[in-house]
């Protein structure tokens, strides 16, 4: 499965075998012409903005002590104890998830813990899941998707992208949802408050549908499209970059047994629909199969995802 490309290694220093390994970024061929190099801006904009928010008088009520310490993109977490919330918007959908001691940390901020000594282990496991609980959860899940929203919203609005219903607030309530894909985009927000014991960290993601992070890609356009032209003529990239594209017309399943019955003059049926475009044996486009000049030519390309 092709990395994300924004995953890089975490620390420099010698592998396995011995040889040095430094931190490098790692790119997928399907992303290639697409500004996710930009996805780190986005992801500073949005945190200044939910920064903001959490520290205001709103946000203080529902987020306490807890302050936002970092967010980034990165792969959908591999935990299956996580209980994800989606909420649909005029840009697509989000799906969040919090960490089951961040959220009962939020309610012992703000209601207190009851039959409990002062230094008494909590483990969240050993704990049910209250109607309380499950309330703050929606309701942070609905605040955590309009800010989100809002700043797509404001990117595809810098490139003049006229969205119906961009600007319109998220008024349906957050359902179940299954967790996104190991292959999908995903916001890892950390907090941090500080306790008793000192500083302790929590996290919670938010998950982009397709179309969702389709519209944040869009709204970078105009930054990627001005970081080519000042880059123009001091870079050698900019001149062009030269990719090797596979087209393949039709393909045929068969049994092994048909394949050594076959012989000089055996027709097989197969029918021409759209071609896919392959970039390093990654499906990157679908395209069209036409004739120019009796030749046969792909047009009309879309995104295979």
Not at 151 to 167: K, M, S, W
Not at 170 to 196: F, N
Request: charged content about 25%.
């Amino acid at each position: 499965m092709p990395m994300n490309p924004l995953d890089r290694s975490r620390k420099d220093g010698a592998d396995r075998s011995g040889k040095y390994q430094g931190s490098y970024q790692v790119l997928d061929p399907s992303l290639l012409g697409r500004p996710v190099h930009l996805l780190p801006k986005f992801a500073r904009r949005f945190a200044d903005a939910l920064g903001t928010a959490m520290s205001g008088p709103g946000g203080r009520r529902y987020w306490g002590a807890y302050r936002l310490a970092n967010l980034a993109f990165e792969r959908a977490p591999d935990d299956e104890s996580l209980r994800w919330l989606a909420l649909a918007g005029p840009l697509g959908t989000a799906a969040v998830a919090f960490e089951r001691s961040l959220l009962l940390g939020l309610l012992e901020g703000r209601y207190g813990r009851k039959n409990k000594g002062p230094g008494a282990p909590r483990d969240p496991a050993l704990e049910r899941v209250t109607a309380t609980e499950e309330r703050l959860a929606a309701t942070l899940t609905v605040q955590l998707a309009e800010c989100l929203h809002a700043r797509v919203a404001e990117g595809l609005a810098a490139v003049g992208v006229e969205v119906p219903g961009a600007d319109a607030a998220v008024v349906e309530a957050p359902g179940p949802a299954s967790a996104p894909g190991k292959a999908g985009w995903v916001i890892r927000i950390t907090l941090s408050a500080l306790g008793a014991e000192g500083e302790q960290q929590s996290q919670c993601w938010i998950g982009l549908d397709q179309e969702l992070m389709a519209h944040v890609l869009q709204g970078l356009k105009e930054e990627r499209n001005s970081v080519r032209t000042a880059r123009a003529g001091n870079d050698s990239l900019s001149s062009g970059l030269f990719v090797k594209l596979e087209g393949r017309l039709v393909s045929k399943e068969v049994t092994l047994g048909a394949l050594f019955e076959m012989k000089v003059g055996d027709v097989i049926p197969v029918s021409v629909g759209r071609a896919d475009v392959l970039l390093d044996e990654s499906r990157l486009f679908t395209a069209a199969v036409g004739e120019h000049k009796g030749k046969l030519c792909l047009t009309s390309f879309e995104d295979a995802e």
